[in-house]
């Protein structure tokens, strides 16, 4: 079975620096990666997916995430944040024919302050 | 084009009552989800339903049953409500087959006292 370790429970930053969100998975198969975005009382949103081709994928807000399949890491990443980017994180992965059963990592919470 | 709707939004409910959480998309989606959210614990999914007519169980089935009554409708029910279903439970769909990407309602707090 798959599992997905999110390293940072709760990360925060200032409005307009760098933020990383790190994702390690483990699964001896093909797998494919999603990052999803809570905000505060909503449902998840897909903010970006690999599913095959290029290791680094741009996704929506210009977060950007790169696939490593040695280090079977997903890290996440945003160059410059706003404070509308205070939100949970989520990696997720499913097995390529696994019929879309998602698991979870346990959550970021990103936190941006001015 | 609402997406995925859920009712309610919050509940509470006694330990033993029972009730169902409703769940409905209008995006013509294959397949649908239902995953409970624990802090800490991300979200974990209860049933899954990969078209209309199959369900199966997911990571967490336990004290839940579910009906896919049509293709758009997925309910999610609770027979004898325990105090550790105290969680938020989210509703998910999409197009299913080699497309993963689900779209998300807005949730249901429930809390049983």
């Known amino acids: 079975a798959q599992s997905v370790t999110q390293l940072d429970s709760q990360v925060p930053v200032f409005e307009e620096a760098p933020v990383e969100l790190r994702c390690n998975y483990s699964?001896?198969?093909?797998?494919?990666l999603f990052w999803y975005v809570q905000y505060p009382n909503q449902g998840l949103q897909l903010l970006l997916k690999y599913l095959s081709g290029s290791t680094l994928v741009k996704g929506i807000n210009g977060f950007e995430a790169e696939f490593n399949k040695s280090q079977t890491s997903f890290h996440l990443r945003k160059p410059s944040v706003h404070i509308s980017d205070t939100a949970e994180y989520f990696c997720?992965?499913?097995?390529?024919?696994?019929?879309?059963?998602?698991?979870f990592g346990a959550g970021t919470q990103v936190v941006v302050t001015p | 084009n609402a997406g995925v709707t859920q009712t309610p939004k919050f509940q509470v409910l006694k330990t033993g009552q029972s009730m169902t959480l409703q769940c409905a998309q209008d995006m013509n989606h294959n397949s649908m989800y239902w995953y409970r959210q624990d802090p800490g614990m991300g979200l974990r999914l209860i049933y899954y339903s990969a078209s209309e007519g199959t369900t199966d169980k997911g990571e967490v089935p336990n004290g839940y049953n579910v009906s896919r009554l049509n293709k758009r409708e997925f309910s999610l029910r609770l027979e004898s409500a325990a105090p550790s279903q105290t969680s938020v439970y989210f509703c998910?769909?999409?197009?299913?087959?080699?497309?993963?990407?689900?779209?998300f309602g807005p949730g249901t707090r429930l809390t049983v006292t």
């Open positions: 699964s001896s198969v093909s797998v494919y």
């Open positions: 998910a769909s999409s197009t299913g087959g080699n497309v993963h990407e689900q779209y």
């Open positions: 997720a992965v499913t097995l390529v024919d696994s019929w879309g059963k998602l698991q």
